[in-house]
């Protein structure tokens, strides 16, 4: 079965390297990695748009899944290993349960939406796409119009252990970003400690840093290896 990553960027070097670290230290190595990456045209979300061209290059190589890494956000090193197990008999696997944590406010809440995924935590089967509508380019939460989609396939929700990152203040966003307040207070930043790994914890820690010190983020001269 070949496995393959995407993951949709733009104008976030640190973020996008970390990323790429992160899909490096996986158990289980997908065979191919799309990076979508590319100057945004104009100032409309885009992560449609780049999904999709992923989507197709991945189809036109023979893929038979794809598991989205963004480019912000935290995954454990067995992320893809996760998915795998069931992919031989579902055709989109996700996390019901997303857990984001702003790193400038040290915030966190976590959203139970039943039945569906966020797209940070979406994996799906290259042709269970193939009578999906794709949306305008510019629409912004993808995930929903694939999981109402996802209905009419076998789903499989797991536990994935990833978080959304927020407060990063770092290049601009594909899709329409969050808004959203984060209920829950982490001052000294424990709760993020126990969801994440250390090397995690000290990029996400030197990126706050980076970012309060200038007023964007510059880049980072830390080790992740």
Known sequence: MNIATLTPTRDRIELFGFCQDQIG?????????????????????????????????????????????????????????????????????GDQESLYYNIKTKRWRSFNHPRRASLFTTAFRISALDKFRWPPDNTVFLDIKLWQYAKNYRCKFIESGAVGIKGHGSGKHGGKGHTMELKYADPTGDFLKSKVTPRHFEFYTKLMQAFFCVGIVVTLNISVL
């Not at 996986?26 to 100032?43: C, F, G, K, M, S």
């Not at 999709?52 to 190589?61: N, P, Q, S, V």
């Not at 912000?72 to 998915?83: A, G």
């Open 25 to 93: 230290w996986q158990t289980v190595q997908p065979l191919e990695r799309y990076h979508v990456i590319y100057d945004a045209v104009d100032n409309q979300p885009d992560i449609t748009k780049r999904i999709r061209e992923g989507y197709e290059l991945a189809k036109k190589d023979g893929i038979d899944w794809i598991v989205i890494f963004e480019d912000d956000d935290s995954y454990r090193i067995d992320h893809i290993e996760r998915y795998a197990r069931f992919m031989d008999r579902y055709d989109f696997i």
